[in-house]
């Protein structure tokens, strides 16, 4: 069975070549969203998982959405907004249950 998963440039199964790096100046990303598990987000950030959690909880890192007992995602939007501009982001406040 084949799934249709989409691969970020630098990830194994990515096609190599062109278009923009990440990180290039004046280089913005389409805004699309859909959910993100651990292993991409932490592709996409650099960040390690407890420093993204301690930034979490004190609102400067997009809040992860339960999807399951012991599963989350975020939301690609959201990381794309904190990965243009992390040191003035500030999460959405959480919604109520």
């Not at 199964?13 to 913005?28: I, T």
């Not at 939301?75 to 982001?89: A, F, G, I, K, T």
């Amino acid at each position: 069975m084949q799934h249709n998963v989409m691969c970020l440039p630098g990830m194994p199964g990515a096609p190599s070549g062109g278009g923009p790096k990440r990180g290039a100046k004046g280089y913005q990303m389409p805004v699309i969203d859909r959910g993100v598990r651990e292993v991409e987000c932490a592709f996409l950030t650099s960040i390690s998982r407890s420093q993204r959690w301690r930034l979490e909880k004190e609102g400067r890192f997009p809040r992860r959405r339960r999807t399951g007992l012991r599963s989350h995602i975020w939301l690609l939007s959201e990381l794309q907004e904190w990965l243009n501009d992390p040191e003035s982001y500030v999460a959405a406040p959480q919604e109520a249950a």
